[in-house]
């Protein structure tokens, strides 16, 4: 079987078209960018995007829906590879995390205000994947602090989101990726009372 080589370019075009996508909703909305905005940013035509996606829409529902799965399987790796005691493990998770934040930022911005522009059965997805993720944080919260109910727990994993997550909004100027990172994790284990 041969590849022709537009085939053999379409997960890379589709990785940058993605990436693009994310980048411009985030700076100015997903009603803000047009199809010729997210072509011109890779090199194509706007209606050049269609061999590669269905529509906005579509590159929507993939940013947020893929980056859900990504960081559940990513959670469930580190799970899995886990060593040492809890506490080992819940820095794993926060590792992992930490690196989304400060990696992602625009994935971030893009769920805090457009999830709700996806269809229904996409935003469902979105939620179960992220209870789904949840849980795993709330599982090894109670392993660390076997005293904590779980609703307690469950609510501590989403401040302690919040405060990772905040990430793309603040101003850091002076702070450089490794140092946020490691101020990140001392605050986040401080939430956890794991300090």
């Known amino acids: 079987m041969s590849t022709s080589p537009a085939s053999a370019d379409a997960p890379t075009r589709r990785v940058q078209i993605l990436r693009e996508a994310a980048r411009l909703f985030a700076a100015r909305g997903f009603h803000g960018v047009?199809?010729?905005?997210?072509?011109?940013a890779v090199?194509?035509?706007?209606?050049?995007l269609?061999?590669?996606f269905a529509g906005k829409d579509a590159m929507l529902a993939e940013l947020l829906v893929?980056?859900?799965e990504r960081l559940l399987a990513g959670g469930r790796a580190r799970l899995a590879a886990a060593e040492g005691p809890p506490e080992a493990v819940l820095d794993s998770l926060l590792a992992g995390h930490i690196d989304f934040a400060l990696d992602d930022r625009a994935l971030i911005v893009l769920h805090d205000r457009e999830l709700d522009r996806l269809r229904d059965e996409d935003r469902r997805r979105v939620?179960?994947?992220?209870?789904?993720?949840v849980e795993l944080w709330v599982d090894t919260l109670r392993?660390?602090?076997p005293t904590t109910d779980e609703p307690t727990a469950r609510a501590t994993v989403h401040a302690v989101f919040g405060?990772?997550?905040?990430?793309?909004?603040?101003?850091?100027?002076?702070?450089g990726r490794t140092e946020m990172g490691e101020l990140l994790l001392r605050l986040a284990r401080g939430a956890f009372g794991v300090a």
Do not use: C, F, M, W
């Open 34 to 40: 047009g199809v010729d905005e997210i072509g011109a």
């Open 43 to 48: 090199g194509i035509s706007g209606p050049g």
């Open 50 to 52: 269609y061999r590669h």
């Open 66 to 68: 893929g980056i859900s």
């Open 127 to 133: 939620r179960r994947l992220q209870r789904e993720y």
């Open 143 to 145: 392993k660390v602090r």
């Open 163 to 175: 405060l990772l997550n905040s990430t793309p909004h603040q101003v850091a100027d002076g702070i």
